[in-house]
C-alpha cells in the first residue's frame, strides 16, 4: 500500500494559493472559481496523493501521468478560472512568451526535454531538479495555454491559427507517446527493477507501453479537445443573430 505524502510545502503552496484567490473572488465578484480551485486541487492530490510516489519509484507510467496532469490539466482549469486583469509590470514579458512561436515552443519543448533520458534520469535522483522539473511543467503549460485560453481576449488566437497551434502540438505528443511504446526498455533504468514490481502486475515493457499510450492517446485528447471547443465557439461567432 503506497501512503501519501503529505509535503509541507506542497501543502502549504497549496492553501495559500486556494486562500489567496478565494480572497480575490470575494473582493471582485468573480465567477469562474469552481475552475481555478479543481486546479489547485488537482495539483495537491498529484503532488501528495500515491500517484507521486508511484512516479517517483515505481512506474514510469504514473510518471506520464504526472507530467500529464501538471503540462495539459492543471494550467487550463487555471486559466478558465482567472479573470481579465492588468498586466501590468508583467506587460514586456507577456509580449515576448504570449507570442505564439515562443509559448508553442516553450510547451512543447519542455514536454519533449524533460524526457531526454540524460534529463529525465536525473531528475529522478535529484531532488532541488525534480522541484524544478514539476514547476516547469506548470509554468510552460501555462504559457502554452496562454493563447488558447488565457483570460485577456485580445491575446487569443483567431480559431483557425489556434486550431494549427494545438494540432502541431498534438502531433509532436503522440510521437514522443508512439516512441515510448514501441521503444525497448532501458532508457529510465529507475523503472527496470522498482521495489515490489510484481505488486503493479507489470513488467518494464509493460509499464513503458502504457505510458506512452497515455501520452499518445489521453494527451492528444485534451489537444483535440480544444480544437473541438475553438471550433465550435468560431461556429457560434460566425452565424448570423
Request: aromatic share 14%; hydrophobic share 55%.
Amino acid at each position: 500500500m503506497i501512503a501519501w505524502d503529505w509535503e509541507p510545502s506542497v501543502v502549504a503552496g497549496c492553501a495559500v494559493l486556494a486562500m489567496a484567490y478565494v480572497a480575490l473572488v470575494r473582493r471582485h465578484g468573480w465567477n469562474r472559481s469552481p475552475y481555478f480551485l479543481a486546479g489547485v486541487l488537482l495539483l495537491l492530490l498529484d503532488l501528495v496523493s500515491p500517484i507521486d510516489t508511484l512516479a517517483d519509484q515505481y512506474l514510469f507510467s504514473a510518471h506520464i501521468v504526472q507530467h500529464f496532469l501538471l503540462a495539459l490539466v492543471i494550467p487550463p482549469l487555471m486559466l478558465l478560472g482567472t479573470p481579465a486583469f492588468q498586466l501590468g509590470a508583467f506587460k514586456k514579458l507577456e509580449r515576448i512568451v504570449g507570442q505564439p512561436p515562443v509559448s508553442w515552443f516553450l510547451g512543447v519543448g519542455a514536454m519533449l526535454a524533460w524526457h531526454i533520458p540524460a534529463w529525465f534520469n536525473a531528475a529522478l535522483t535529484n531532488e532541488g531538479l525534480h522541484i524544478f522539473q514539476h514547476l516547469s511543467f506548470l509554468v510552460t503549460g501555462t504559457i502554452f495555454w496562454w493563447p488558447i485560453l488565457g483570460p485577456l481576449e485580445d491575446r487569443r488566437l483567431p480559431a483557425l491559427t489556434a486550431v494549427s497551434y494545438l494540432f502541431s502540438a498534438c502531433v509532436f505528443c503522440s510521437l514522443l507517446g508512439a516512441f515510448f511504446t514501441f521503444t525497448p526498455v532501458g532508457l529510465y533504468p529507475a523503472y527496470l527493477n522498482p521495489p515490489h514490481r510484481n505488486s503493479w502486475g507489470l513488467d518494464p515493457q509493460s509499464d513503458q507501453q502504457l505510458g506512452g499510450l497515455l501520452m499518445w492517446v489521453p494527451g492528444c485528447f485534451v489537444y483535440l479537445s480544444a480544437i473541438l471547443s475553438t471550433v465550435i465557439r468560431w461556429y457560434g461567432a460566425e452565424r448570423p443573430a
